[in-house]
């Protein structure tokens, strides 16, 4: 299965950081450490999204027991 990538333009100053924190760890590349970050990033969003606190479940059965949707 062949990947499909694209470029994407940042600062020459962040570019810097990033090779200077990536070097010396079993990050190859820029580009690598970046698509990691960023996946990892997605991920925690699509986590917190999904699921809701006990709390918040009480307060939208509440919600909807005050409308008239349940009993």
């Known amino acids: 299965m062949e990947k499909e990538f694209t470029d994407v333009s940042i600062p020459s100053s962040l570019y810097k950081k990033i090779e200077e924190k990536i070097k010396d760890s079993e990050i190859t590349s820029v580009s690598?450490?970046?698509?990691?970050?960023?996946?990892?990033?997605?991920?925690?969003?699509?986590?917190s999204a999904e699921a809701l606190s006990k709390e918040d479940e009480e307060k939208v059965k509440e919600r909807l027991k005050a409308l008239g949707y349940i009993d």
Do not use: A, Q
Not at 35 to 41: A, C, D, F, G, W
């Open 32 to 47: 690598s450490y970046i698509t990691k970050i960023l996946r990892e990033k997605f991920s925690e969003k699509e986590e």
